[in-house]
């Protein structure tokens, strides 16, 4: 009998050990793998925040031209900001052909690129690839020109009417208040316009300044300038003074009295502050002044302001970048 209760108890002790030993093993599993669990969803936040931050953005840039101080300016701010920001940069030159332009934003859009800078050649003529990126869920930022249509996000420019009204602040203060100007023109794009506005909204103010007439040049380049000017000369002998939209126009008129056979008494003003229209202020008569532009500044805000939209940050739908009238007396050493 005693030895029947002594087996007895011996089993219950195994069992209760076995018991004991499985509860153990059991919760001890389950404090194991409650701290794997979330250590491989912190893992997994962390690898997707750090695949977000290191996305690469790719920026589509479409200039008019680069066959332009101008324009090379603007492409070495975009560039430099681009390289600073660690942002990737498609940049297409239309060649002053809106037909290409238009092809070059198509191309950027089948890129799938983040945001497209847009430095139109016609504004009215490139709504369409404004309107196709638009439908891409492409963001465009307008570079010194305006598009006539589509939604822009930002446009990036100096005041040009305001730079067309300090140039011609600065011929009327030349010509003492009175004289005969004309206004050379060129393609129907924003910034021409605008500054043109300007141009007529100063010399209003001058009643015996009278502008004889506005004539345009066909296309953005110093070769339709200089055509344009020699027929200012031809057909308006007696003019005082030339307003153009560009540098490209003063230096032209200056190349056009250097061609003439006859003598003129003209001065010319210009917008942009290329380096060409300094060095002929500096050494020169008929070139009497530039309004200058910053296109470099121009590039680095473009790059600025489409890695803001990247990152849905709020920004300006108008944004300035300052002008500065260069004539003789401040051109030493003034530079884009």
């Known amino acids: 009998m005693k030895k029947s209760i002594a087996i007895i108890m011996s089993l219950i002790l195994v069992l209760l050990c076995v018991g004991c030993s499985s509860g153990q093993a059991e919760s001890t599993s389950d404090e194991n793998t409650q ?26 840039v479409s200039f008019m031209t680069l066959n332009s101080p101008f324009f090379e300016a603007m492409q070495k701010g975009v560039e430099e900001e681009a390289k600073a920001a660690g942002i990737e940069v498609i940049v297409s030159d239309a060649q002053l052909n809106v037909a290409d332009q238009i092809s070059s934003v198509e191309n950027l859009i089948a890129q799938k690129v983040d945001v497209i800078l847009l430095n139109a050649v016609d504004s009215k003529a490139i709504v369409p690839a404004v309107e196709a990126a638009n439908a891409a869920g492409i963001p465009v930022i307008c570079l010194d020109v305006m598009s006539e249509g589509g939604d822009i996000t930002a446009f990036i420019a100096s005041n040009n009417r305001a730079a067309g009204e300090m140039g011609g602040e600065f011929i009327a203060e030349q010509l003492e208040g009175k004289g005969k100007v004309i206004i050379l023109d060129g393609p129907p794009i924003s910034s021409f316009q605008e500054r043109t506005e300007g141009y007529q909204a100063a010399l209003e103010k001058y009643p015996d300044i009278e502008i004889v007439q506005k004539i345009d040049a066909v296309e953005n380049s110093i070769s339709a300038f200089v055509t344009a000017a020699d027929n200012i000369l031809s057909a308006y002998p007696d003019v005082n003074a030339v307003l153009a939209v560009n540098d490209y126009g003063s230096i032209a008129v200056e190349s056009a009295i250097e061609s003439a056979t006859k003598d003129f008494d003209i001065i010319a003003v210009g917008i942009d502050g290329m380096d060409d229209a300094v060095s002929l202020i500096l050494s020169g008569d008929i070139v009497a002044g530039t309004v200058a532009q910053q296109p470099a500044e121009m590039g680095r805000i473009g790059i600025q302001t489409a890695l803001k939209v990247v990152n849905g940050e709020s920004v300006e739908e108008n944004i300035e970048v300052p002008l500065k009238m260069v004539s003789k007396e401040n051109a030493e050493g003034f530079s884009w």
Not at 42 to 59: L, P, R
């Open 35 to 60: 701290p794997q669990n979330e250590a491989a969803v912190e893992q997994s936040n962390t690898e997707n925040a750090n695949e977000q931050e290191s996305k690469e953005i790719t920026v589509g």
